[in-house]
Structures are given as structure tokens and as C-alpha cells.
């Protein structure tokens, strides 16, 4: 008898079960053919974007460090909703409003919307907070205090 026939058909089946049992093993794993966004995703990818923008631009007034920290105080509100109106598609409504965290960490008992204390502060309200919903945020140092500014992005037709 051909050993070396018997040999190559046992190598045939090892290979045949090696390929099968990679095929298995790449069938395991769920990959989606292509990527695909929604809207609260754009939202927020938008939101982030405006606001890392003004975060990167020095305020030429250089009274504040950064321009996102000068509109995210009330006196230059409307020059934030301003940018925000230009930068958002139709159909977007927003709120911006801004958590006092040094005044926060000063007082840990103290909630964020407790209005015996107030540490939040609503620069400006979407006329009303209906459809799809992103809320982003950054960190901005104003007078040696430390605050979260928030922008919440409503999403609905008009």
C-alpha cells in the first residue's frame, strides 16, 4: 500500500478543516458593510464642531482665553447665537447654558438645578425642546472660576 497516498489525503482534510474553521471564525464577527449616521450623531458631531471652534480662536479682546469663553458669558450671548444661527442647518433649535464647577466643588451637597443655589445658568432657551436632542460640552475658565458650557441641539422640521 502508497503511504504517501494516505498521508496527502489525511494533509487535504487537515487543510479543508483549517479553512473551514477559519471561515467560522471570521463569520463570528459583525461587521457592517458600510457606516452609517443619524441624526442626533450629526447633531452632536456639529455641536462639538462649534464648539471646539470657538475654543481655538483667542479672543481679541483678549479679555477672556478664548472666544468660546467670551460668548459664553451673558453680556456677548448674542454674538454666541448669532454663530450658532449661522452654523446650524434649518430646522435646529439650541439652548445654551453654562454649570459654575468651582462653586460646585466648593459645595458638593448643592444639586445643579436646585434654584435655592443656583450654579446653572440658562444663557439661552429653545423656544420649545422638541425632536431629536444632542446635548455637548466644554470647559471654560472665566475670572480664575472653572464652567462647563453646554449646547443642547434640538433637531425638528419646520
Do not use: C
Amino acid at each position: 500500500m502508497n503511504n504517501y497516498a494516505q498521508i496527502h489525503v489525511f494533509e487535504v482534510i487537515i487543510v479543508a478543516g483549517m479553512l473551514l474553521m477559519a471561515l467560522f471564525f471570521v463569520r463570528t464577527f459583525d461587521i457592517s458593510p458600510s457606516i452609517t449616521t443619524i441624526e442626533e450623531n450629526e447633531l452632536e458631531i456639529l455641536g462639538i464642531g462649534i464648539l471646539t471652534s470657538l475654543e481655538g480662536v483667542p479672543d481679541n479682546l483678549e479679555q477672556y482665553p478664548s472666544l468660546l469663553a467670551r460668548y459664553a458669558t451673558a453680556e456677548y450671548i448674542d454674538e454666541f447665537t448669532d454663530y450658532i444661527n449661522r452654523s446650524v442647518p434649518k430646522g435646529t433649535l439650541y439652548g445654551i447654558s453654562w454649570i459654575n464647577i468651582s462653586m460646585l466643588n466648593q459645595h458638593p451637597d448643592w444639586q445643579i438645578d436646585d434654584p435655592d443655589h443656583p450654579i446653572t445658568e440658562i444663557l439661552y432657551k429653545a423656544p420649545v425642546e422638541i425632536g431629536k436632542e444632542a446635548r455637548v460640552s466644554r470647559i471654560v475658565v472665566i475670572d480664575g472660576l472653572i464652567y462647563i458650557v453646554a449646547l443642547t441641539l434640538y433637531f425638528t422640521l419646520r
